[in-house]
């Protein structure tokens, strides 16, 4: 099968660089996949699930936050701020910053703030969301 180059670099780590037949990302437009000599693009990555599959057969599942991606002469680039694998999430930390997110929105400080929690909590989602559905 063909390949192309992954490169997923996270803020505070490179999350994963090699070789990868498929990729699905979600984005604003919903989830976006990418195969071996795809036609150039960029988009904005947001909270959700990251699917790729090496060429050894093996499917690899993260819970990756808001982010950009670049494809580009069969390498891709994905920044994000955070990646982590599925027995990586700590459920109830990811519980507690939900609830927290949730009440900073309610007290309504400041736009910023609001949309700064706003961010928080859909991580904090999706990280039990991921959790939940493929950590086996």
Request: with cysteine; glycine share 4%; hydrophobic share 40%.
């Amino acid at each position: 099968m063909n390949s192309f180059r992954l490169e997923v670099l996270a803020s505070d780590k490179p999350f994963y660089e090699g070789e990868c037949i498929s990729l699905v990302i979600p984005t604003t437009q919903g989830q976006y996949g990418i195969q071996a000599m795809h036609s150039n693009a960029i988009c904005a990555i947001i909270p959700g699930t990251l699917k790729f599959t090496l060429p050894s057969g093996e499917r690899v599942i993260a819970a990756v936050s808001q982010g950009i991606a670049k494809v580009e002469n069969n390498h891709v680039l994905l920044l994000v701020d955070t990646a982590e694998y599925p027995e990586e999430i700590d459920e109830n930390l990811a519980r507690r910053t939900a609830e927290e997110s949730k009440e900073a929105m309610l007290q309504k400080r400041s736009i910023q703030d609001y949309y700064a929690a706003q961010v928080r909590m859909a991580r904090a989602i999706n990280r039990l969301r991921v959790k939940r559905e493929y950590n086996k």
